[in-house]
């Protein structure tokens, strides 16, 4: 990281005060954005290529040298450091209780609590190279396995309604996960040779996964791999994963100074590696040697993920105007099983419970302004910067859109104007309903946190389990749940 002038730093840093206390969107040239080369002075710890070199036991307390990672918020770092909001606030008071995603290469200083069995330190892969975001936009997935002689190439599956390649399979993954498409090829490199070896192996558990009931097959597994990826990696965003453990009994916790896509890898092997082939996987010489082989190196990038100061766009709910429907869902998973707790669930009024047919005026309606540029069974994603891609800016993505009067890929919408209508299409559902989720620059962004989901001023509020939470607004609270009563219906403005 290259050095600055220290009264440049202090100039920065005053000038990202200004900023963050107006509450103003960062422009691109704001201290908000720096990057790592720009970062003054930083004295964050190095990074060793040892994989497991303990850290000392801190006093309690003790401050600590942390530079800010893209994604970063208060709530998480006080979960990774054992210590508290609070706590981080009175040692950096440039930084407001209200902030939202720190700037990146933000120097800081964390009150840390010591806590045995710290992992590894050593940062696998950045985030831009874990999630399906603006650094996968020009990548072709089918080109690049077409040039390798590798049994991946000439691979064929029957998958979601149809028969695909290998390399559709892994970009139909990736998609619906929102999980890079090289980082899907490295895995399936690292594991079982898929681009290099010509012979496909004899198991049908490609990736090491034995669960002969749902996970058999390279598909199967590619989905259970992202699934698994992304409760690391979005399970470390949030501050719930703080700990896990290894098949042998062993109880790891990941090193504080960690960032979400090396956590999001190592909560992946160390669901099918035992210690050894573990911490070779993720190690210098293990996924990231491959993935270097393959696409270079990733940390040659320098793509900001989540910038600081990240706010949402004002969105609407779900609904027409005026109209009166059901919060059936609170936080829960945005595509998958178990995190990212990012979608929220609505329905309207009916007579009949299960899957029914909505009345003609009960339609989902779109959030904001906004191109659709995904529409598929069950499916509408609303891209709402127009550049007709889902993996840059804002996008809302809708699931259980049914087929009849659904949006198409191509209709430019205004707030308020149809999306489709509430059916149990595209996945397994008890009943019609609507569930949204927000992406920003592919990244599925947490329904509760410094950065709620905000809808017409309702907030989002995560329960005691998935599927329970409130939305409050101006002191009223409403209640999710999926039995219609008048605590969990809400009526959106006219």
């Not at 900023?19 to 964050?44: E, F, H, I, R």
């Not at 706590?87 to 930084?95: F, H, Q, V, Y």
């Not at 070779?280 to 900001?304: C, K, N, Q, S």
């Not at 998973?333 to 009949?352: I, V």
Request: proline letters at 9%; glycine letters at 10%.
């Amino acid at each position: 990281m290259k050095k600055v002038n220290r009264l440049v730093l202090k100039a920065l840093l005053g000038a990202l005060a200004l900023a963050l206390l107006s509450g103003c969107t960062p422009s691109g040239n704001s201290p908000q954005n720096l990057t790592a080369s720009q970062a003054a002075g930083s004295t964050a710890p190095q990074i060793t290529a040892t994989p497991f070199l303990a850290r000392p036991e801190y006093k309690p307390g003790e401050l600590v040298d942390y530079a800010a990672q893209t994604g970063d918020t208060l709530p998480a770092l006080a979960a990774h450091f054992n210590t508290t909001v609070d706590e981080i606030l009175a040692a950096n008071p440039i930084i407001p209780a209200n902030a939202t995603t720190l700037p990146p290469d933000l120097p800081m200083k964390i009150p840390i609590y010591y806590l045995p069995l710290w992992g590894s330190q050593f940062h696998i892969l950045p985030d831009h190279a874990f999630v399906n975001g603006p650094t996968a936009v020009e990548f072709d997935t089918q080109t690049f396995v077409d040039a390798y002689p590798g049994w991946l190439k000439d691979y064929r599956a029957y998958v979601g309604g149809r028969h695909r390649s290998g390399a559709e399979i892994v970009d139909y993954v990736a998609l619906n996960f929102s999980v890079n498409p090289r980082l899907l090829l490295a895995l399936l490199e690292y594991q079982s040779g898929a681009l290099t070896q010509p012979e496909q192996p004899d198991s049908p558990y490609t990736l090491g996964y034995e669960e002969p009931r749902r996970h058999k097959g390279t598909y199967l597994q590619l989905v259970w791999a992202a699934n698994t990826l992304n409760n690391g990696y979005y399970g470390w965003r949030s501050g719930n994963l703080t700990q896990f453990d290894h098949p042998d009994g062993r109880m790891e916790r990941p090193d504080p100074w960690q960032n979400a896509a090396s956590v999001g890898i190592q909560y992946y092997f160390s669901r099918i590696l035992h210690k050894s082939a573990y911490e070779r996987a993720i190690g210098p010489e293990g996924l990231l040697a491959t993935y270097r082989d393959l696409f270079g190196d990733p940390w040659a990038d320098e793509t900001v993920l989540i910038p600081g100061s990240l706010q949402q766009p004002d969105l609407r709910l779900p609904f027409p105007p005026g109209r009166t429907w059901t919060y059936t869902g609170g936080p829960h998973t945005g595509w998958g099983e178990g995190e990212p707790l990012a979608g929220l669930d609505f329905a309207p009024p009916s007579n009949y419970s299960g899957c029914f047919i909505a009345e003609p005026q009960q339609y989902a309606t779109a959030m904001a302004d906004g191109l659709v540029v995904r529409s598929e069974t069950g499916i509408v994603v609303l891209d709402l910067d127009g550049d007709g891609n889902e993996r840059t800016g804002w996008v809302i993505f809708y699931l259980h859109v049914g087929t009849d009067g659904r949006a198409q890929q191509g209709d430019v919408l205004h707030a308020g104007d149809p999306i489709g209508y509430p059916s149990c299409e595209g996945g397994r559902t008890t009943g019609s309903h609507v569930h949204i989720v927000r992406k920003y620059n592919g990244e599925w962004i947490i329904a509760d946190g410094p950065l709620p989901f905000n809808m017409e001023g309702w907030i989002a509020h995560n329960g005691s389990r998935p599927y329970k939470g409130t939305l409050t607004r101006n002191g009223i609270t409403v209640t999710a749940s999926d039995v219609s009563d008048i605590y969990s219906q809400l009526t959106s403005k006219k």
